[in-house]
């Protein structure tokens, strides 16, 4: 049992950061149809950078908190005005080819920034872990659950209440009916790229001090994100939220009881298996997945 709860923990945690990763991906998704896979450089960015403010600058936690967001912000802002914005034409392929070259770029910047080294930082709150029929729970994976959850109301209530979320949502249905009857298209997508961007830098801020963060767990993180989206249905908030919890529970289950290098390949099975037996997700619907061009 106690070995059992441990391996729950664990999957709970990184099933967490998977769940706001696939929340990053739906934001962008929401706004746009692109898929940015270019998601889980964000969390990298997050990481490193919090702890470039934290211990190398040596501000305080709220500043640095605030300052890798907007930084984060402003690496998305500035993704989207120099590679999205130009293009004349809205072919989505070659949106998402970009959002690839832009994960390898910001990935070497990172590497030429911080090195090979991975990087942590202390726990939010100090104290001794939790024991849970003998099973260890750290005080930082509350952190992390309460994050996850603020992060699921908001962007819950920012698409579902909000106008501001709503002209997103129908930027992505159809964008020249979105503009027909005011809708500045244009900046949603800007928008929609900043908090991204920041969603994923909230879940490496997190995920650092319990999880070495180093330069290329960009790639590996956005399959990952993007695995728990497709499972729960592109553009499902809950439908993500979801899928990051059961991919990041079986991953753990596999690496404990059977073998740790077959866990990465947990996700990328119950994608294949998804798009092939139900491609709109667990929360999707047909109808849905076809006014979308993906």
């Keep these: 049992m106690t070995v059992f709860l441990q391996f729950l923990f664990s999957g709970l945690t990184v099933g967490a950061v998977y769940a706001l990763v696939g929340l990053g991906f739906n934001i962008i998704y929401n706004a746009t149809s692109i898929i940015n896979l270019a998601q889980g450089e964000f969390v990298v960015i997050g990481g490193l950078v919090m702890w470039f403010f934290t211990q190398s600058v040596q501000l305080p936690f709220l500043p640095s908190l605030l300052l890798t967001l907007l930084t984060a912000g402003l690496i998305a802002l500035l993704m989207e005005r120099l590679t999205i914005k130009p293009l004349k034409k809205t072919d989505l392929l070659l949106m998402i080819m970009i959002t690839v070259a832009v994960s390898i770029l910001l990935r070497g910047l990172l590497m030429f920034k911080f090195g090979k080294e991975p990087y942590v930082y202390d726990p939010f709150t100090a104290g001794e872990p939790l024991q849970i029929h003998g099973a260890i729970l750290q005080q930082q994976t509350l952190w992390i659950f309460g994050i996850t959850l603020l992060c699921i109301v908001l962007i819950y209530?920012?698409?579902?209440?909000?106008?501001?979320?709503?002209?997103?949502?129908?930027?992505?249905?159809?964008?020249?009916?979105?503009?027909?009857?005011?809708?500045?298209v244009e900046r949603m997508i800007m928008i929609s790229f900043v908090l991204s961007a920041a969603m994923g830098a909230l879940a490496g801020i997190a995920i650092t001090p319990v999880s070495l963060m180093e330069y290329d767990k960009g790639p590996m993180l956005a399959v990952k994100g993007f695995s728990a989206a497709i499972m729960g249905g592109l553009g499902r908030g809950r439908g993500s939220v979801l899928g990051g919890f059961i991919i990041g529970i079986l991953e753990s289950m596999t690496a404990g009881y059977l073998h740790s290098g077959l866990k990465d390949a947990v996700a990328l099975v119950i994608m294949l298996a998804v798009l092939f037996f139900k491609p709109a997700g667990l929360f999707g619907s047909k109808a849905m997945l076809q006014l979308r061009k993906f």
Excluded: D, E, Q
């Excluded at 909000?162 to 027909?180: D, E, F």
């Design 157 to 184: 209530l920012f698409f579902s209440r909000t106008l501001l979320g709503k002209a997103m949502r129908a930027c992505a249905v159809n964008p020249t009916a979105a503009k027909l009857v005011g809708i500045n």
